[in-house]
């Protein structure tokens, strides 16, 4: 059974910075394109960054762009996203997510986990 588990999620005044990790489990790690998405209350699903399978080309949409870093760890199976300068309109529930050929619309991934609360004070 596939298991994505986010962590590192909290509440920051903004300007501050958080790194969430997603751990998974289940799954050949090295062979899923990963990605993280996130919803705010009343918001649909938005793509915030996704990464390819060797680690080697990732991406974002401009409204994180240079703010967020996505990475990865194949030996740890561990996917990491790196916020700086956040935003009160950063604000959501973050969520990793798996997926054998990279996407960015959430509905398309193969497995999501269950999210972690990001909240950033202004």
Known sequence: QVHLVESGGGLVQAGGSLRLSCATSGLTFSSFAMGWFRQAPGNGREFVAAVDLSGENAYYPDYVKGRFTISRDNAKNTVYLQMNRLE??????YYCTAAKI???DP???DYRGQGTQVTVSS
Not at 88 to 93: I, Q, R, S, Y
């Open 88 to 93: 009160p309109l950063d604000t959501a529930v």
């Open 102 to 104: 990279l996407r960015f």
């Open 107 to 109: 509905d398309d991934w």
